[in-house]
């Protein structure tokens, strides 16, 4: 590996993702039954040998801090510690998949519930008894089946990343290799919580209470799945105008939503597709998917609008990009252009352009955006907490359900399963990745109003800026970096907080 240098390094690691992306793709998007993961580690063992990895510590090591040689390096290093762990737990990653596109749940009354359908039909049930049945059901399911597979993967990913030795512990070397610290995030989302605790209790009953006919003290994270469900507003988002839509807006902008045929999308229903939407991109920038399997409503709207962004990331991403600023970095930044385009659901202008909404409809749907965004965030700011004593070590892992329970239920107001406590934990922090995500849509809305308007979604020079100036420079930066290249500011909390305020009060 010394002697093929860096650029053979890129070479084996692009050839393993697009194998592999495409195995994901299409083991999560139900078109094959279970995915064949080991065969491809076995395939691509130099990409991420030690060999490999001695020369991206090396690197790492040496480059000088701040240079675009250290960013790769670190970048580089980073994947191949992630590939490392993937190689390892690749076994136990194909039987959790095979186990979810297989699995199903049977209620006393004989009925049988596709597991991988069951998110959705909870979404989809107003009768209060009957969702907490299914969700009852399928907690007990996981609690007994899949829990342990994912509480086993967990143990082994801090045993291979100890084996490394990076760094003196888990979240020390994900830090060093993320560019950025945790705690101090950690820290923000505790103040986030604090500081919107009266606004939660002020909203939280009354939207409980015409939503659901509950109140707070009834309410399950099953009653929150339903509640963000939001069914009164299904007939201003028909399923039939959604991709119509969504596309003329993008193309109203100035992008095109295909990018030339780059992006593909995968719409449509079959069994086996996970319920929560995705994208995966197999060749960057060239073949892009974007899957979604419908729900119904305005969520669906807004998760074609979410995925679309990261579709359209991939699929502008400069060519002569290398491979880490392609494939690597930080996903804040993707993450970002997809909130920022999925936050189109909470603008004004844009629903009453592309949406059914009516003049007097439009107060009452933006007070019920302001509520599922405050709920959001409450939530990923309490998963992060969650997640940070989950990887200190500090807490028996026998200790961690109790703990999931009270620090989610705590922040949400809704009673969370302890089953979820090992499969509600996004992969090395990627609940980090979301919350920077939420902080960086905010500043480059700001940033774009400033340059092309308020309705600057519907102004045909925004796209071709957004793509060179955004999209274009695929994920070399930080989240941090790019918010300060374009003039954005600083990412906080302060103005989510302000623009939950300004939803709430419509």
Same mark, same amino acid.
């Given at each position: 590996?010394?002697?093929?240098g860096?650029?053979?390094?890129?070479?084996?690691?692009?050839?393993?993702?697009?194998?592999?992306?495409?195995?994901?793709y299409? #083991?999560?998007?139900?078109?094959?039954?279970?995915?064949?993961?080991?065969?491809?580690?076995?395939?691509h063992?130099?990409?991420?040998?030690?060999?490999?990895?001695?020369?991206?510590?090396?690197? %790492?090591?040496?480059?000088?801090?701040?240079?675009?040689?250290?960013?790769?390096?670190?970048?580089?290093?980073?994947?191949?510690?992630?590939?490392?762990?993937?190689?390892?737990?690749?076994?136990?990653?194909?039987?959790e998949? #095979?186990?979810?596109?297989?699995?199903?749940?049977?209620?006393?009354?004989?009925? /049988?519930?596709?597991?991988?359908?069951?998110?959705?039909? /909870?979404?989809?049930?107003?009768? *209060?008894?009957?969702?907490?049945?299914?969700?009852?059901?399928?907690?007990?399911?996981?609690?007994?089946?899949? #829990?342990?597979? *994912?509480?086993?993967?967990?143990?082994?990913?801090?045993?291979?990343?100890?084996?490394l030795?990076?760094?003196d512990?888990?979240?020390?070397?994900? $830090?060093?290799?993320s560019g950025?610290?945790?705690?101090?995030l950690?820290?923000?989302?505790?103040?986030?919580l604090?500081?919107?605790q009266?606004?939660?209790?002020?909203?939280?009953?009354?939207?409980? *209470?015409?939503?659901?006919?509950?109140?707070?003290? $009834?309410?399950?994270?099953?009653?929150?799945?339903?509640?963000?469900?939001?069914?009164?507003?299904?007939g201003?988002?028909?399923?039939?105008?959604m $991709?119509?839509?969504?596309?003329?807006?993008?193309?109203e902008?100035?992008?095109?939503?295909?990018?030339?045929?780059?992006?593909?999308?995968?719409?449509?229903?079959?069994?086996?597709?996970?319920?929560?939407?995705?994208?995966?991109?197999?060749?960057?920038p060239?073949? /892009?998917?974007?899957?979604?399997?419908?729900?119904g409503g305005?969520?669906?709207?807004?998760t074609?609008?979410?995925?679309?962004?990261?579709?359209?990331?991939?699929?502008?991403?400069?060519?002569?990009?290398?491979?880490?600023?392609? !494939?690597?970095?930080?996903?804040?930044?993707?993450?970002?252009?997809?909130?920022?385009?999925d936050?189109?659901?909470q603008?004004?202008?844009?629903?009453?352009?592309?949406?059914e909404?009516? *003049?007097a409809?439009?107060?009452?749907?933006?007070? #019920?955006?302001?509520?599922?965004?405050?709920? %959001?965030?409450?939530?990923?700011?309490?998963?992060?907490?969650?997640?940070?004593?989950?990887?200190?070590?500090?807490?028996? !892992?026998?200790?961690?359900?109790?703990?999931?329970v009270?620090?989610l239920?705590?922040?949400?107001?809704?009673?969370?399963q302890?089953?979820?406590?090992?499969?509600?934990v996004?992969?090395?922090?990627?609940?980090?990745?979301?919350?920077?995500a !939420?902080?960086?849509?905010? /500043?480059?809305?700001?940033?774009?109003?400033?340059?092309?308007?308020?309705?600057?979604?519907?102004?045909?020079?925004?796209?071709?800026?957004?793509?060179?100036?955004?999209?274009?420079?695929?994920?070399?930066?930080?989240?941090?970096?790019?918010?300060?290249?374009?003039?954005?500011?600083?990412?906080?909390?302060?103005?989510?907080v302000?623009?939950?305020?300004?939803?709430?009060?419509?």
């Amino acid at each position: 590996m010394m002697d093929d240098g860096l650029d053979a390094l890129r070479e084996r690691g692009e050839a393993f993702l697009v194998e592999l992306s495409r195995e994901y793709y299409e #083991a999560h998007a139900g078109l094959k039954g279970e995915a064949q993961l080991q065969p491809i580690f076995a395939k691509h063992a130099r990409a991420f040998d030690d060999e490999a990895l001695a020369m991206a510590r090396e690197r %790492f090591r040496d480059a000088r801090a701040g240079s675009d040689g250290h960013r790769s390096a670190r970048m580089l290093l980073d994947w191949l510690v992630e590939s490392r762990c993937g190689r390892e737990l690749a076994a136990l990653e194909e039987r959790e998949i #095979a186990w979810e596109g297989a699995a199903t749940i049977t209620l006393l009354d004989g009925t /049988v519930e596709p597991y991988q359908r069951a998110a959705i039909t /909870v979404a989809n049930t107003r009768d *209060k008894r009957e969702r907490q049945t299914l969700d009852d059901a399928r907690a007990k399911l996981v609690e007994a089946e899949l #829990a342990p597979m *994912k509480l086993e993967r967990l143990q082994r990913e801090h045993d291979v990343v100890a084996s490394l030795g990076i760094a003196d512990n888990y979240i020390a070397t994900w $830090e060093a290799l993320s560019g950025f610290e945790i705690r101090p995030l950690r820290d923000a989302c505790a103040q986030f919580l604090r500081e919107t605790q009266a606004m939660w209790d002020d909203v939280l009953p009354e939207v409980l *209470k015409s939503g659901l006919d509950l109140s707070p003290s $009834e309410a399950t994270r099953a009653d929150a799945i339903a509640l963000m469900r939001a069914p009164e507003f299904d007939g201003a988002f028909p399923a039939v105008a959604m $991709e119509y839509e969504v596309r003329r807006a993008v193309g109203e902008m100035g992008t095109d939503p295909f990018a030339h045929g780059r992006v593909i999308f995968d719409t449509s229903d079959r069994p086996g597709k996970r319920a929560r939407a995705f994208c995966s991109p197999v060749r960057i920038p060239d073949e /892009v998917y974007l899957v979604l399997r419908p729900h119904g409503g305005q969520n669906d709207w807004t998760t074609l609008m979410h995925e679309l962004g990261h579709a359209l990331h991939f699929a502008n991403m400069g060519r002569d990009l290398p491979f880490e600023f392609r !494939w690597l970095g930080d996903n804040s930044v993707t993450e970002g252009y997809a909130m920022l385009f999925d936050h189109r659901l909470q603008d004004r202008g844009w629903l009453a352009r592309y949406t059914e909404l009516s *003049k007097a409809e439009l107060p009452t749907y933006l007070r #019920a955006a302001g509520f599922e965004e405050l709920q %959001f965030l409450r939530r990923y700011c309490a998963k992060l907490i969650y997640e940070v004593e989950l990887h200190a070590g500090t807490i028996p !892992w026998r200790s961690l359900p109790d703990l999931y329970v009270e620090t989610l239920s705590g922040a949400t107001g809704f009673r969370y399963q302890s089953a979820d406590a090992f499969l509600d934990v996004d992969p090395r922090f990627y609940a980090a990745r979301y919350l920077r995500a !939420w902080q960086l849509q905010a /500043v480059l809305n700001d940033a774009l109003r400033e340059r092309f308007n308020e309705d600057w979604w519907r102004n045909p020079n925004a796209g071709p800026w957004i793509e060179a100036e955004l999209f274009g420079h695929g994920q070399r930066e930080l989240a941090t970096e790019q918010a300060e290249r374009i003039g954005a500011g600083s990412l906080t909390f302060a103005p989510l907080v302000r623009g939950i305020e300004a939803l709430l009060n419509n």
